[in-house]
């Protein structure tokens, strides 16, 4: 026996359900930028629509949510912006029609570092993203300086450099391969290691500087030193043999002053 069974869906009388799916989507991780340079702060709706017609902020979260940059009704609107972002910030409208609507930020300073909100907002829905700025400063060539010598004949080498930010490591590249972590540091080579580098870097930045030691530093530094040592052991000793021949013979010294301040007055 054959059984068959017919299922018939009318969806005429089916309820439509509206869904509105889009999201704003930024970077998984923080964005880096170089003080004075220009950086992208990424901000798009997924799946790509246009969001010209559409609300477009940004904003700093960690500074009570102030205005950095407003796009509404087709044009920026800038008037509430932040004073120190005037004229740096910019959305590229073309992209605004595939539904990007990343924020580029021009001659960007140290205070630019921190959380940013993009919002975006239709008639219908709205979202957000946030996007965590990390900024770096390259600073100054490093400088190394001799610094003079300590007590035992080793050489002092400061290695100096300003301007950088975050504070990054600096390191010392010799045969003995010391190190240091500050942007101003210094070493003592007690013999010559031709070479001596000072490196400094922060993440891909690099920066060095290279002094050449020779034994002659050692030398100069030691010729005196030596002369100076046995000028005051012979002085030492003379004062001594003074002091004794003078205690020895006090009375006949005494004498023949005597003598001397008599003869001298009698005539």
């Known amino acids: 026996m054959c059984f068959s069974s017919l299922i018939t869906f009318d969806l005429v009388n089916l309820t439509e359900i509206s869904c509105h799916c889009e999201i704003v989507v930024g970077p998984a991780d923080s964005v880096f ?6 950086v992208i702060l990424p901000c798009s709706v997924k799946p790509s629509i246009s969001v010209v017609d559409m609300r477009v902020e940004w904003h700093r ?3 009570k949510y102030l205005l950095v940059h407003l796009f509404d009704d087709h044009e920026d609107r800038n008037t509430d912006q932040i004073q120190s972002y005037r004229g740096r910030t910019k959305l590229n409208h073309p992209e605004l029609q ?19 909100k993009g919002f975006i907002q239709s008639k219908s829905w709205n979202d957000d993203t946030t996007v965590n700025v990390k900024v770096e400063a390259v600073g100054r060539p490093p400088v190394i300086t001799v610094d003079g010598f300590d007590h035992s004949g080793g050489l002092h080498l400061q290695c100096e450099s300003e301007g950088w930010y975050p504070e990054p490591d600096l390191e010392w590249l010799g045969s003995e391969g010391i190190k240091g972590f500050n942007v101003k540091h210094t070493i003592t080579l007690h013999h010559s290691d031709d070479k001596i580098h000072c490196r400094i870097k922060l993440r891909h930045h690099t920066l060095e500087a290279l002094i050449i030691t020779t ?8 010729t005196p030193i030596i002369l100076i040592s046995v000028f005051v052991v012979f002085s030492m000793i003379a004062g001594i043999l003074i ?4 205690h020895k013979n006090k009375g006949t010294i005494l004498l ?3 003598f001397y301040v008599s003869g001298h007055w009698s005539s």
């Open 243 to 246: 002091a004794v021949f003078v």
């Open 215 to 222: 034994n002659n530093i050692f030398i100069s530094w030691r």
């Open 98 to 116: 595939r539904g990007d609507a990343s924020l580029k930020l021009s001659s960007v300073r140290v205070s630019d570092e921190g959380l940013y």
């Open 61 to 63: 979260l960690d500074q």
């Open 256 to 258: 023949f002053y005597v």
């Open 33 to 38: 930028a170089v003080a004075g340079e220009d």
